[in-house]
């Protein structure tokens, strides 16, 4: 019941929030390689929201999936080629609709989206039809590629976030989560980051809602966790 009742003034909170957070500009470039440019590469591409645009870190080389390219080319010590294709404020019927049809082929995907459903009050049904979606975009330009969900962060640990709006969010970003992990387990050759229950201080960049470098590092390390529990891509 009090929910209903603190949901008005977190929608008020979350629009003056929305006046005053700086925004953050987009670091410059969307592709590159790792390695020395012997033998076939494999290719990985990131598709989403801001966290795929690389918003919060100051150069591109630094995102989430170039960091993951970098490592996945020291862990199998193969020339990786990668870019992103996203966009600031995504949601996954954005990311269905306009950005997933835009990606290439690849050996695999790096999905992020989920956080701004959350706030938009997407409900976790429809949620999960996009996702699923999405996952079927790619399917069709990629059948055996790996999928990597890039999952949904703790919100209620963001700093730009206070009571109760990061409470709501938090409860919001949960259903999503539920409704992802679903989706995710029905294909199997797709897989789900789960996020630690709280994100370190240093983990923010200074609007106090996107990654830092150092977040995204960690974040890349876990994606890399995953794959080996996967098949080498086809």
């Known amino acids: 019941m009090y929910r209903r009742l603190l949901t008005p003034f977190a929608i008020m909170q979350g629009l003056w929030l929305l006046r005053r957070a700086p ?26 929201d801001s966290i795929m645009v690389g918003t919060g870190v100051r150069e591109q080389r630094h995102s989430l999936t170039a960091t993951f390219a970098h490592l996945l080319h020291d862990s199998l010590a193969r020339d990786v080629d990668w870019c992103v294709h996203g966009c600031n404020g995504a949601t996954s019927a954005n990311v269905r609709d306009r950005i997933a049809p835009t990606a290439e082929a690849a050996d695999a995907y790096v999905v992020s989206c989920g956080v701004n459903d959350a706030t938009r009050g997407v409900p976790p049904s429809r949620f999960a039809q996009n996702l699923a979606d999405i996952l079927q975009v790619l399917r069709r330009k990629a059948p055996r590629a790996i999928v990597l969900y890039a999952g949904l962060p703790p919100v209620a640990t963001f700093p730009a976030l206070s009571w109760p709006l990061n409470v709501i969010l938090a409860e919001r970003v949960d259903s999503l989560r539920l409704a992802a992990a679903a989706v995710i387990a029905r294909d199997e050759r797709a897989y789900a980051f789960e996020f630690p229950a709280s994100m370190p201080a240093d983990a923010f960049a200074s609007d106090g809602f996107h990654p830092a470098e150092t977040a995204c590092e960690r974040w890349a390390r876990g994606l890399l966790e995953l794959w080996p529990r996967t098949a080498q891509p086809d």
């Open 23 to 48: 925004t953050l500009p987009a670091p410059a470039g969307t592709s590159g390689r790792c390695g020395l440019g012997l033998g076939a590469p494999l290719k990985v591409i990131g598709v989403g």
